[in-house]
Structure formats: C-alpha cells, structure tokens
C-alpha cells in the first residue's frame, strides 16, 4: 500500500496518507471490503486519491505466481506503471526487480550507466537485464541515496562525490 500511496507525491505527504487511511479502518480486510470512495477520501492528503483508491491491496495473493506474470499483471492494473511494479515486486514481495525513480535514472545518466536519452522504462530494462538478482535492493538504495544527498537534480555536489573519478560528466563543465 506505501508504494501505491508513494506515487507522484512527497514522502510526507505519502505517510500522512499512510497515518489517515490506518486511523479510517482497523484491518486489512476492511480496506480490501471498503467501497472505493470511502479509500478516496482516506488517502487524499497523499494526492490522487481516486486513482489510488482503486489499486488492489492484498499482495499476499500473488506470492506463487512467477515473476514476469506477476510484473506483466501488476502493469495491466490501472495507475500501476513500471516504477510502481518493481517496487512492489521487490519491497513487499523479496522478487529481484529493479525501481527506477527521478534519482536512480539521473545517476544512471550522468554516471554513463545508460545512454543519454534514455527514459526512465529503458533505464530500468538496462538495469533488470544487468544487475544481479542479489544486488538488486542495495543497488537500488544506494542510487536514491547517492541521488538524493549528493548527484542533485539542480546542484550536484560533485567536489563531494566518491564516483567523480568514474563520472564522465565532471570533465564536461567547471561550474561543479
């Protein structure tokens, strides 16, 4: 539910939707047997409630079915995208899949790790075809961090960087 709830939407935000919707109902099954506005309403301060409110919520029905069904079926489910599925495929469900958010893709960019035009659903492609399947989560983590707290969208700490002698872009402009 944190990764439907995550979408297009602030942390903060997310958890404030998280807090709202637990308050609302009491278990798991009554969100599942909750009528679809009722779970609008609960989750809005996440942003996109209608839209949210319509994902289905018992990952534990799909713990036997094999992961490129589970992937395909996960993204025939309306608001769900590649994203979204790969971080419930390898958060909620242990499957080695790779998440590729506005961090992860940026990294992967500037580092060389795909070609520069490359969108975010190629992006994940190059990484699901690349990275073992152990490596996968720490990988993960590891770029949203690195994204997050030092390869800024708008003003890279690139004098701070542990992969400066490794990134193609620290040559390119002196403005870093």
Not at 147 to 155: D, H, P
């Given at each position: 539910?944190l990764t439907?709830?995550?979408?297009h939407t602030?942390d903060?935000?997310?958890?404030?939707?998280?807090?709202?919707?637990?308050?609302?109902?009491d278990?798991?099954?009554d969100?599942?047997?909750?009528?679809l506005p009722?779970?609008?309403?609960a989750?809005r301060?996440g942003?996109?409630g209608?839209?949210k409110?319509g994902?289905?919520l018992?990952e534990?029905?799909f713990?036997?079915?094999p992961d490129?069904?589970?992937w395909?079926?996960l993204?025939?489910?309306?608001?769900?995208?590649?994203?979204t599925?790969?971080?419930?495929?390898?958060?909620?469900?242990?499957?080695?899949y790779?998440?590729?958010d506005t961090?992860?893709?940026?990294?992967?960019?500037?580092?060389?790790?795909?070609?520069?035009?490359?969108?975010a659903?190629?992006?994940?492609?190059?990484?699901q075809?690349?990275v073992?399947?152990?490596?996968?989560y720490?990988l993960?983590?590891?770029l949203?961090?690195?994204?997050?707290?030092?390869?800024?969208?708008?003003?890279?700490?690139?004098?701070?960087?542990?992969?400066?002698?490794?990134c193609?872009?620290?040559?390119v402009?002196?403005?870093?």
């Amino acid at each position: 539910m944190l990764t439907v709830l995550s979408q297009h939407t602030s942390d903060t935000n997310r958890d404030r939707a998280y807090a709202d919707l637990r308050r609302r109902f009491d278990t798991w099954d009554d969100v599942a047997d909750a009528p679809l506005p009722a779970l609008a309403r609960a989750i809005r301060r996440g942003g996109l409630g209608p839209t949210k409110s319509g994902v289905p919520l018992d990952e534990r029905a799909f713990t036997n079915v094999p992961d490129r069904d589970l992937w395909n079926t996960l993204l025939a489910l309306p608001g769900v995208g590649p994203k979204t599925a790969a971080c419930v495929l390898l958060f909620s469900l242990d499957r080695p899949y790779f998440p590729v958010d506005t961090h992860v893709h940026r990294v992967a960019i500037r580092l060389g790790l795909v070609p520069p035009r490359s969108g975010a659903v190629a992006t994940q492609a190059a990484f699901q075809e690349t990275v073992p399947d152990d490596e996968m989560y720490a990988l993960h983590m590891n770029l949203i961090r690195h994204g997050r707290e030092v390869c800024a969208a708008q003003r890279p700490r690139c004098s701070e960087c542990v992969l400066r002698d490794l990134c193609p872009r620290i040559g390119v402009t002196t403005s870093r």
